[in-house]
């Protein structure tokens, strides 16, 4: 607070404005600078208030000398961390978000070996190797940032000479267990937080945004498409199909992907802006697609095929390179076909009008054609009067349109249980956000009551009473009835925020702000002031990481060895 602050009086002072340089997406704070002191009586009330927040919070604490203020107890701690430092055992949340899982660490290793980084799609190398490639590609990447720094702008350059000073870890490979499957399956997944090409590649996720508006069959969400087709009137003959991905990113090899990339970009030339830095992000792109490099335990291997895992401009690439063939091959040769067809990433939705002839032979011409880019290949619904798409069911009911909420049965629903130490507003923003979602999704009265009372009975199922909740629920019916969810908040770049760690037991919100307003406010020139509030460290911090740690017991490169001979003498 008291940075942010000194931070707001300097700029002030110096009359510069920093929304013109300010970025979201690509700010990197200047660890190496620090602003001036505040005039003098600000100074002062800024100790105050923080004397005066210390001094309340001793109050609590004295006052309530049998709570634990850390959240956890002593023995819970103690158990967690036993179990997270016993190497015997590796713990993951699951695929699907069905729950956490604790797996013997030699069985996990060894599948994943076989599974996946034995297999023609890795490749290991020696530690010397991985250091020299890393080297080489920091210098060319930053000999490509020096040829071609007249095409970025100030923020973007700040954004460059800020990252590449930090410390940049290797990405890190590991498996999250499909509890769902019969085996259980590993998706594999790479941790590229704090790598080097991850600076790159959020770069060119922030680029693909001027792209994604190209791309006529792009779908930001759900709701979306009930907007799309509220008053769409179908013809009789109209019906509806979904298509899902078979493994997308794997699929998409950088050749196809970043040629079909590059097309879409010189056929809408003129749709960009004039400077749009087309030789660097394409050069760029290809060096994130194409040296994805990660450790697992204390080996090293390059990705060899399909989209780089983990890289931040994933999604963005996988929606942009399969909508050019979109634009370019199915969008014009099915046109008299295609009432409408949007995709989300790797879910695609359609309305098909079948020809009055060939009806049979002009659906498999369109199957086939979507499956014919690349390696990429799609599961594709015969038409019918029903489909589901995302979290939709929809249905053509008197030729419109009709939706309902669709819910996986796997789904566990691990609401916030009462005895978290959660802030309040998280519950109260879950319960706000679903009814809400709830109410769009299933316009019919009686619909929406199902969804309802399923989601109360699950609320309840969490440990939560009626009587802790209806205030809440009364609440958010209040907001949709008022029509409140066509309003949003005015956010204003003059916010003064005071961030706090929330305890049951501490410093409330309410408090917080009282001891605001009699010390720092009358001094301050904000619009706003808003407290953010953080939650203590969740079982699922303190047991899971991304890193993996084998019992002294286990040597990663003899299984690796081992299970190389094995599959030799399998062929």
Known sequence: MAYNIRTHYYLKECSANPDTEYIKQIYVKNTNWNPP???????????????????????????????????LSLPQQQTLKSLKNNTNFTIKPTDKNLGPAILDTSSYVRQILKDHLLTKDYSQLPPEEVKHKMENLKTLLKNLLNTHKNSLSKPETLYFQRSLKLF???????????????????????????????????????????LLPLVKSYLKNSSSVITDLKNLLLPQDALLFSADA?????????????????????????????????????????????????????????????????????CAYATISYGEFENSTILTAFAPNLLYYRRYIDDIFGIWLPPKTNKDTT????????????????????????????????????????????????NLYLYIPPTSAHPPGCLKGLIHGELLRYWTQNPNNQDFQEI???????????????????????????????????????????????????????????????IYNTTLQP???????????????????????????????????SLIQQQNIDKNQDV
């Open 452 to 514: 309802l009372s399923k989601f109360i009975t699950r609320l309840l199922d969490r440990g939560h009473t009626l009587n802790s909740i209806t205030p809440i629920l009364m609440q958010a019916t209040g907001r949709i009835d008022q029509g409140a969810q066509n309003t949003t908040k005015s956010t204003s770049s003059d916010t003064l925020y005071i961030h706090w760690p929330y305890h049951p037991s501490g410093l409330q919100q309410k408090e917080i702000r009282q």
């Open 523 to 557: 001094y301050l020139d904000y619009d706003h002031m808003q407290i953010a509030i953080s939650r203590p460290k969740n079982i699922k911090d303190i047991l899971t990481r991304s890193a993996l740690k084998l019992p002294p017991d286990l040597c990663l490169e």
């Open 168 to 210: 940049h870890k290797l990405p890190v490979f590991y498996g999250l267990p499909k509890v769902h499957k019969s085996p259980m399956t590993l998706r594999p997944v790479v941790s590229t937080c704090g790598s080097l090409l991850s600076i790159f590649s959020t770069w060119l996720d922030f680029k693909m945004k001027e």
């Open 246 to 314: 078979v493994s997308m990113y794997t699929n998409i090899d950088s050749v196809t992907g970043i040629h079909s990339i590059k097309r879409l970009i010189t056929a809408n030339q003129d749709q960009l802006p004039t400077d749009f830095p087309k030789e660097l992000f394409l050069n760029v792109l290809q060096l994130v697609m194409d040296n994805n490099i990660f450790q697992f335990g204390e080996s090293f291997w390059l990705q060899l095929s399909g989209t780089a895992m983990g890289t931040p401009a994933a």
């Open 37 to 71: 002191p505040a005039p003098i009586n600000i100074e002062n009330k800024i100790t105050e208030f923080e004397r005066a927040l210390q001094t309340a919070l001793s109050s609590k604490i004295s006052k309530n000398k049998k709570v634990n203020f850390k959240n």
């Open 363 to 410: 659906w498999t011409s369109f199957k086939n054609t979507l499956n014919n880019w690349g390696s990429l290949k799609w599961t594709i619904e015969n038409p019918s009067p029903k489909t589901t798409f995302l979290d939709l069911n929809l249905s053509i009911q008197n030729s419109r349109i009709v939706t309902t909420t669709f819910q996986k049965d796997l």
